[in-house]
């Protein structure tokens, strides 16, 4: 097969993470017989220090004409603290996910069972969780306008909106998935208070109906981040507005051990990016020690989702277990006796496992 990617490196870590997950994707094409042809494209601060926009025309056109996007991280911290700046790198994230149509992130959580340990959570509340997060993209209010401050600035406002057709076209993904898993989904909304989390239950309680074979349930958010950590397991597939989303995987990160391992796939109407949901860890940029283990799965999740080659991921998956098995991993989620490897020393370690 012909595998044609975008690669956009992005910001902080990215250029590192992205690096390994390269070599990966580029040796599984080698073992598995496909042509593999990349470009670089750039994203986030370091483009807005060359171009002046986080996500430059250029780049859109790439990843259009890519048949899937490997992305790193976003994030300069010379922003973060500076409010009043107007261009942002996070908009660059924003512009390319309402760009390309990505209205579905999924963020599966699952656990490693040599990194159980690392959970601040009891092992045997953690151990065997597995669902899947399926995180509206493009809507609520990180899209929803008017947003912005009163004349005198001491007023400031978000709008959150959602379309039925928006909450339609998610929750059918996700009873898709769910149909393919455990059969379950879990509504995540905050329909006891918001307008747009009650369309969000109307129509889920209209499109139940449509998938007998799959057990919905329906909770609001906040008791929703409680059972995530109190009761992992029970979940399968959740499904969630942008925000709540947001939040709710990084909470759910925890549950993994670190948020180094949580990959993430955004697929919708164009060419779909996977990237690792962590963010560019500026104070470790250059050190060579940011764990690349959630943008080596990314790639497997390419694969998978954007090439339907699940043997190649499922080698990168054994490969990145194998890898912890041996104890090869970054500081992050190193044992308190075993040594922390690099990143690429770890990269190195899961190339010679897919090469052998
Ligand atoms: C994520 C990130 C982004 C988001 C930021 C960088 C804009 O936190 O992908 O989860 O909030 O969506
Ligand atoms: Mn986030």
Redo the contacts with the bound molecule.
Sequence with gaps: MKLNIAVLPGDGIGPEIIEQALRVTEVVCEKFGHELSYEYGIVGASAIDQVGNPYPDGTHELCMASDAVLFGA??DPKYDNNPSAKVRP?QG??AMRKKLGLYANLRPVSTFPTLVHKSPLRSDLVDGADFMCVRELTGGMYFGRPQGRSEDGDTAYDTCVYTREEVERILHLSYKYAQMRRKKVTVVDKANVLATSRLWRQVAQEIEKQYPDVETEYMFVDNAAMQIIQWPKRFDVLVTENLFG?ILTDEASVITGSLGMLPSASIGIHTSVFEP?H?SYPQAAGKNIANPLATILSAAMMFEYAFELKEEGKLIREAVNASMDAGVVTEDIASKEGKAYSTSQVGDWIVNYLKR
């Design positions: 976003i994030g996070e994230l924003l947001d949901i963010g």
